[in-house]
Every structure is written in structure tokens, then in C-alpha cells.
């Protein structure tokens, strides 16, 4: 949490977009990316205390699945970040990933090219 509050005082509206990842839906796939304010229109949520509400939220919600696979977070932000630097290229953007398990495939997630391709924004 305390990474989020230092994070959180270089951001004017204080609203930060909050996923999760593993997100087994009933009998379907497993999701690699939702938003974890539970709302499919929106994936901000207020503060880093929304960040904390939104996940004890969603650990209630939904059910845990692996693998655990980055890519698709890691491109969503990559999107968000390249439309917000399209009107204001003086941004940056930080992403952090939070996660109480292993990565299970880290080579595909470094050489697959989402954490190569932010470097090409700029």
C-alpha cells in the first residue's frame, strides 16, 4: 500500500485503472485481464484505497484460477498509455503488478513483446 500512496501524489484525479488476472468465470476460460472494480464500463477506481477495496472485492467475487499470464494487462495498459500520450506526450505512466504467486511463463511475457512495445511510444 505504501508504494500506491507514494504513487498516488503524481496523479491529479487520484483514479487509477485496476485489474486482476486468473479470473475463472463459471464454466468458461479463464481470464487474463478484468476490471476489478466489477464494472465492465469502467476500470478506474478512487485512490489506492479503491485499489484495495476493489481486490478484497473481487477476492470474494470471483475464483482464482492459473496460469498466471501477464501479456493481456500488460497490453491493456500499453493501450490506455498510448491514447492518453497521443493528446499529452509529457505523461508517464507506471504500472504496477501485484501478485502472490509464481509468473508461469516469464519468457513468454519478456520476449512476447508487451514489455518491449512501451518503449516504442516515445
Not at 472494480?37 to 476500470?43: A, E, Q, R, T, Y
Not at 494487462?73 to 507506471?94: C, E, G, M, R
Not at 503488478?97 to 511510444?121: A, F, H, K, R, Y
Request: net charge negative; glycine share 10%; charged share 15%.
Amino acid at each position: 500500500m505504501e508504494v500506491g500512496e507514494v504513487l498516488q501524489v503524481y496523479d491529479n484525479n487520484k483514479r487509477f485503472p485496476a485489474w486482476g488476472f486468473g479470473q475463472k468465470v463459471n464454466y468458461g476460460p479463464v481470464s487474463h485481464c478484468f476490471n476489478l472494480s466489477g464494472n465492465d464500463d469502467n476500470c478506474e477506481v478512487e485512490g489506492v484505497q479503491g485499489i484495495m477495496d476493489a481486490y478484497k472485492n473481487a477476492l470474494h467475487n470471483v475464483t482464482l484460477q492459473g496460469p498466471t499470464l501477464f501479456g493481456q494487462v500488460i497490453n491493456k495498459a500499453i493501450d490506455i498509455a498510448a491514447q492518453s500520450l497521443s493528446t499529452n506526450p509529457t505523461k508517464y505512466f507506471v504500472l504496477l503488478i501485484i501478485m502472490d504467486g509464481v509468473l508461469t511463463n516469464l519468457q513468454e511475457t519478456q520476449l512476447s513483446g508487451p514489455l518491449i512495445c512501451p518503449s516504442q511510444l516515445f
